[in-house]
């Protein structure tokens, strides 16, 4: 999967294949990254991005010409490669991102992310350009390209052959609208604290069980809008009661 970046700041974004499991994929060609720098687009000596806003105020917007010019590049470069791309704003006043849009995303040939700086892009930018605008929460960041990042760690877990065990994405939080289980790993004791015994059982159907209903208990009790959401089978409303009850 290729992600195209447009960044005041590549070296922030570059560190995301530096170590770990994108890091990792980006060695093994599963994932491509390439950063554009707006002020490579401008035409002035001072190789200037942005600029004051009309109407006045505080902060300064991201200028549109080298936006434009940089996005435009892009996609030829895409264009040439034959890889269809997505153009996504990260923006704090975008859809809000959950693991079963990053699911879809995961589809995709590329993607690529524009991070904005100061009070944002010219918003005719986002009109001519821009295809979704993702936020990754309710809060203000100085610039998109930690959210960029984040979109690429997420996606990239979830593209085949990335990770050891591939149930292990299958697994996590969110991916079937649950919270994960609990983990456990040697010593079984640890600070006079055991591990469930069936993780000891060697009976898988058994651990199964435990797993689905520690994660039907924990989605109950950490998050229950979750719950609201999903429908239970027979056998999870059952686990899940029979989790209630142990618990109190
Ligand atoms: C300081 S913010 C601008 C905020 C903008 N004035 C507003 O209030 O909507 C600068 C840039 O950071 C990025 N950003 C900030 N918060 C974000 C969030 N929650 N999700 C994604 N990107 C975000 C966006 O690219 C934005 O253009």
Redesign the pocket.
Known sequence: MRFDVITLFPELVHAVTASGVVGRAAHADLINLHCWNPRDYTTDTHRTVDDRPYGGGPGMVMKPDCLVETLQAVKSSNKTAGITTKVIY?????KPVKQSALQTMSQDQGLTFL???????DERVIELEVDEEW???D??????EL?AMVFIDAITRLLPNVLGHQESAEQDSFSDGLLDCPHYTRPAVFAEKSIPDVLKSGDHQRIARWRREQALGRTYQRRPELLEKKNLTKEEQQLLQHFLKKTP
């Open positions: 990260l923006s704090p006043q975008g991070c904005g700086r100061y009070e944002g892009v936020s990754i929460g809060y203000v960041l100085s610039g998109g959210g």
